[in-house]
């Protein structure tokens, strides 16, 4: 698929993801759309999985939700990666490509962070920055009774 053609699509969406998309491949990102269409199932389970993995982990990617949804034909995928590697979509499409049916979009790396509500080892529970300690005012003076 030539890029004229995929920022049509993707202006043509209107959505917040897809706008996102539209102006990272504008500004030099990087973009693939596959050849051949696959059951759009194959992709739901997937991507429902990794839309579960990624609110686990406190990241809420833009439209996976609506990409994961039920739709009875085939569908292509694609990609479009910000030339930084910050920000990346998922693309699903008509069979023929024609129409652009959901964009998908979260920020990278994706670093994986405690599922919510666990902090990490060595990390103080959420909401006290100083894992739960007290200030009594007191210099600390490293050791436990000085």
Known sequence: MEQH?????????????????????????????GDRAQPAGRHAGVYGQRLRRMRKHGIEPLGLEA???AYGRPVRTGMVDAADRS????LFLTEDGGTL???AGWPLPLVRR???GKPSVGEPPAGEPDGGRADTGAPDVGGPLS
Not at 11 to 25: N, T
Not at 87 to 90: C, F, Q
């Open 5 to 33: 053609v995929l920022e049509a699509l993707l202006g043509a969406d209107g959505g917040e993801v897809a706008g996102k998309a539209l102006a990272v491949l504008r500004g030099g990102g990087g973009y693939w759309v």
């Open 67 to 69: 990409a994961v949804r």
């Open 87 to 90: 920000w990346t979509a998922l």
């Open 101 to 103: 049916l959901a964009c």
């Open 114 to 116: 405690p599922p919510v």
